[in-house]
């Protein structure tokens, strides 16, 4: 293949990509616009023309299916000795093999989670946390640890950069110096850590350095606008003041900043790099015209100035569809009803997806399918390689290719070993069963096509490890289900956004106007998953007759048709933090009260006060199981000033509720009903006592 036929089939921009073989080069690309085909296509070209050696390249990736997806494409453009890792896989290769020549010893193990460790670290220190207390604690260390900020400087850096800990800062830190202690001790490292030592080794031996550069010349990053802090100081000291280097990326896509991801390495690329080529990729291959122009108009109040405004490339498609329900279950329902009607017109229900932003919204999705008779899938359970059945069956299927005979056939083969771990004519009714099938369906729909293209059972095995080495999951029939952060870089011919309400979409605990902004894009994510059909929905009430109090979301604001939408007044409290706040004093000893904790109680925290414990005791109960099934932190429902403040007032109405500061509109109605209904109880308890 010579150099030119590489660059046949790109438009004009993608071509713009691959001719710029040399460094330092920014690719700012819109979502759907080809950035994967323009940089394996510049990949390509610049070793054709002898610019650089395969060998040379390294391809840096945020997934390993991203990273496997590179590799095949990179294969079928005839360059097949090109790297393409992950962060931390490229970093583990050299730092186990640099280990024991330059520290000696067997390289350290690599831990998967920081769960056990944790634990391990809460004993050691006498704390008792609950689990999603843990997972919250497990994130601030991470985010300390991609920023670079050491324990003791914790509390301070999580002050200045507007974070709430789940616990009392000094707590995260005195359990983040535990974790790392035992974690030293033990001889283990995490994925931060991982990036880390690899950048000291090469900081510390001059020799290994050398030799690293020696080897990659030429680097491609992919993502960049999710590039945190760690991983830029890693890639300069792999660059070791060479520019030679291609990034990649959209900043309107940016949805991980809570991770300690930036995009300011994407948009300061030329303030950095000031000979910089910078490409813009705004023709859209993927979504129809109608979703592009959603997409813009989505993108149209952002506040940033670094907004690509995309330009379709396909036929007219069908206009977004904006639902409105009375409550969640009826949202459900009609969502269930829309996916069954495009999937008896022909769509494959493999290419539809139901969108939501926090996981605990897909229950209601998978109970209204269920009875709709649609089957559904979950993302972001296990892995598909991981699960125990597909396991056990790559482990059948292996055994069975070292004893194949001619005659047997891949598919009859296949067939009959699925269907003695669980491969039915029929399919199960749902839940575990369910999923069970599906997958097994899925590698049995593997084996048919590769059947047809010629393969054996050998080469069928061959399969399936390649895919299982690069995470890349055949296709399973069902509707996707997923939130909006998992449903990146992914994409299907239809697409359900629900739950669009303020309190959701923006997230309720999203209150600087950086995080608002990053709710937003996630919207415009989103969106631009769908190809051609697209369905946005909010249901006004929680469950059947409740109050009808929920609002679309702001981002719909002049988007929908609706007028309701288009004439709602801006969230009161954008106008309280504006307004200056009057006077509170002590409803004890009526002294002004100045701290905040002091004016959300409604008393000085000296002055007594009688309050019903078993009312306290329930609502932080109450507060863990929110948590656990938002899979938010606690403090995102009510803090615990707050839950002490509902203890001590025992509100009867929700205009009582609204009283105590840190309850608003949106808290109430989202919680509102359940507070209410434990404060009832316990007034009911006490009466009877």
């Not at 193990?109 to 999603?132: G, H, Q, T």
Request: aromatic share 6%; charged share 25%; glycine share 8%.
């Amino acid at each position: 293949m010579e150099p030119y036929d590489v660059l046949a089939g790109l438009d004009p921009e993608q071509r713009d990509v691959a001719e710029a073989v040399r460094g330092p080069v920014c690719v700012l690309a819109g979502a759907g616009t080809g950035k994967t085909r323009a940089i394996t296509h510049r990949i390509a070209h610049a070793v054709r023309s002898g610019v650089v050696d395969a060998q040379g390249v390294l391809a840096v990736t945020f997934t390993t299916r991203a990273a496997g997806e590179l590799r095949q494409r990179l294969r079928q453009l005839g360059t097949p000795g090109v790297q393409a890792r992950t962060f931390h896989a490229a970093a583990l290769r050299q730092l186990t093999y640099f280990w024991p020549r330059v520290i000696g010893g067997d390289p350290p193990r690599v831990i998967e989670s920081k769960m056990p460790l944790l634990i391990d670290a809460c004993r050691s220190i006498r704390k008792n946390p609950d689990r999603s207390e843990l997972r919250d604690i497990a994130g601030e260390i991470e985010w300390a640890k991609v920023t670079q900020i050491a324990p003791e400087d914790y509390a301070d850096a999580a002050k200045k950069a507007g974070r709430t800990p789940p616990v009392a800062p000094e707590e995260v830190f005195r359990l983040y110096d535990a974790y790392e202690t035992l974690r030293r001790d033990r001889h283990l490292v995490d994925f931060e850590t991982i990036l880390e030592l690899t950048s000291a080794v090469m900081t510390e031996h001059r020799e290994v350095a050398t030799q690293i550069r020696q080897q990659y010349r030429y680097f491609v990053v992919d993502e960049y606008q999710d590039v945190n802090p760690l991983q830029k100081l890693l890639l300069d000291t792999w660059l070791g003041g060479r520019d030679d280097l291609c990034v990649v990326g959209d900043p309107n896509q940016t949805i991980y900043s809570f991770t300690g991801a930036t995009p300011r390495y994407l948009t300061g690329f030329s303030v950095e790099h000031p000979n910089a080529t910078v490409i813009k990729l705004v023709r859209d291959y993927r979504s129809t015209p109608q979703v592009v122009s959603l997409a813009n108009r989505v993108l149209e109040k952002a506040r940033t100035p670094h907004k690509l405004s995309l330009i379709a490339q396909r036929p007219d498609g069908p206009e977004p569809v904006f639902a409105e329900y009375d409550d969640e279950v009826a949202e459900a329902e009609g969502v269930a009803r829309a996916v069954k009607k495009l999937a008896d017109g022909g769509v494959p229900t493999r290419e539809i997806a139901v969108l939501f932003r926090v996981n605990a919204q897909s229950e209601a999705y998978e109970q209204a399918l269920g009875k709709a008779g649609v089957p559904y899938v979950l993302r972001g359970a296990d892995r598909f390689f991981e699960r125990p059945e597909v396991r056990q069956a790559v482990v059948l299927l292996r055994g069975a290719a070292r004893s194949v005979e001619p005659d047997d056939t891949l598919v009859t083969t296949v067939h009959h070993i699925l269907a003695g771990i669980g491969l039915t004519p029929v399919v199960p009714g749902g839940g575990k069963a369910r999923e069970k099938w599906e997958s097994l369906k899925a590698l049995a729909d593997l084996a048919e096509d590769l059947a047809a293209e010629g393969a054996d059972l050998p080469a069928f095995v061959t399969e399936l490890e390649r895919r299982a080495s690069e995470q890349h999951a055949p296709p399973v029939e069902g509707v996707t289900l997923a939130s909006l952060h998992a449903a990146k870089g992914l994409e299907w011919d239809a697409v359900f956004l629900v739950g669009v309400t303020d309190g959701m979409l923006p997230i309720i605990y999203a209150e600087t106007p950086e995080q608002i902004e990053e709710e937003r894009r996630l919207l415009y994510v989103g969106v631009t998953r769908a190809r051609a059909h697209l369905g946005l929905s909010w249901a006004l009430a929680r469950s059947p007759g409740g109050r009808r109090s929920r609002r679309p979301s702001r981002f719909l604001d002049g988007l929908t048709g609706r007028s309701g939408a288009q004439s709602r007044t801006p969230e009161p409290a954008s106008k309280e933090r504006r307004a200056v706040a009057a006077p509170v004093s002590c409803r004890v000893c009526a002294r002004t009260l100045t701290s905040a904790a002091a004016q959300k109680l409604g008393r000085c925290s000296t002055c007594p006060v009688d309050y019903d414990e078993a009312l306290l005791e329930a609502l932080k109960s109450w507060r863990t199981g929110v948590g656990k099934k938002d899979k938010i932190p606690q403090w995102a429902v009510f803090t615990d000033v707050t839950l002490q403040a509902i203890a001590e007032r025992a509100p009867a109405s929700e205009q009582d509720l609204l009283a105590i500061a840190g309850i608003g509109r949106v808290k109430l109605d989202r919680y509102g009903e359940a507070v209410l209904d434990l404060c009832r109880t316990a007034a009911n308890q006490t009466e009877d006592a």
